[in-house]
T-cell receptor, first 119, second 111 residues
Framework: NAGVTQTPKFRILKIGQSMTLQCTQDMNHNYMYWYRQDPGMGLKLIYYSVGAGITDKGEVPNGYNVSRSTTEDFPLRLELAAPSQTSVYFC??????????????????FGEGSRLTVL | GENVEQHPSTLSVQEGDSAVIKCTYSDSASNYFPWYKQELGKRPQLIIDIRSNVGEKKDQRIAVTLNKTAKHFSLHITETQPEDSAVYFCAHSGGSYIPTFGRGTSLIVHP
């Protein structure tokens, strides 16, 4: 299994340009996420999806869009890039575990990250 | 939503000392309590997790303890080594099943 694969690893954008960060997982996980991490800071949730066709906003969704047409893919779209979007972006996935106790999340598997610079 | 607070933000220890990082949470709906380690320039990776049917779990030099009454869980690292230097994150989902991460603890182990 490749796990979570995200591309590109590095990208420099000019202000106002658009781009898409690609994310694919081969573990058949229901849940997928996009986080951003600014230098020395924690992980902030941008968008998440609980299954194909379902997406929802996280803590910092402004300036981004997502789609989830398949279980495997969860691309993140940046429209009209701004310097404030300079960051490292991580895609992640996790299973939804079902047991006699009910449902709960499991381990998050992260992609290697995409370092985006907007100049 | 879920509120996860993590302390301290920075922890500096001498090699061989123990390190303890604590997280508090607000929503008891989720029974899953993971800790992630992020080395410089790398992705976060799970190092240990616990489910709330147990109070403690150990894996060699690391352990996680859980106090459901007080709503906190802690990461314990014994006999620290320079390669333990990294940022550590706790996470908890609450009823939404969407993980909220703590702000992270930068652990520095001095040789």
């Amino acid at each position: 299994n490749a796990g979570v694969t995200q591309t590109p690893k590095f990208r420099i954008l000019k202000i106002g340009q658009s781009m898409t960060l690609q994310c694919t997982q081969d573990m058949n996980h229901n849940y997928m996420y996009w986080y951003r991490q600014d230098p020395g800071m924690g992980l902030k949730l941008i968008y998440y999806s609980v299954g194909a066709g379902i997406t929802d906003k996280g803590e910092v969704p402004n300036g981004y869009n997502v789609s989830r047409s398949t279980t495997e893919d969860f691309p993140l779209r940046l429209e009209l890039a701004a310097p404030s979007q300079t960051s490292v972006y991580f895609c992640a996935s996790s299973p939804l575990l079902r047991s006699r106790a009910g449902e709960d999340t499991g381990e998050l598997f992260f992609g290697e990250g995409s370092r985006l610079t907007v100049l | 939503g879920e509120n996860v607070e993590q302390h301290p933000s920075t922890l500096s220890v001498q090699e061989g000392d123990s390190a303890v990082i604590k997280c508090t949470y607000s929503d008891s709906a989720s029974n899953y309590f993971p800790w992630y380690k992020q080395e410089l320039g790398k992705r976060p990776q799970l190092i240990i997790d616990i489910r709330s049917n147990v109070g403690e779990k150990k894996d060699q030099r690391i352990a996680v303890t859980l106090n459901k009454t007080a709503k906190h869980f802690s990461l314990h690292i014994t006999e620290t080594q320079p390669e333990d230097s990294a940022v550590y994150f706790c996470a908890h989902s609450g009823g939404s099943y969407i993980p909220t991460f703590g702000r992270g603890t930068s652990l520095i182990v001095h040789p």
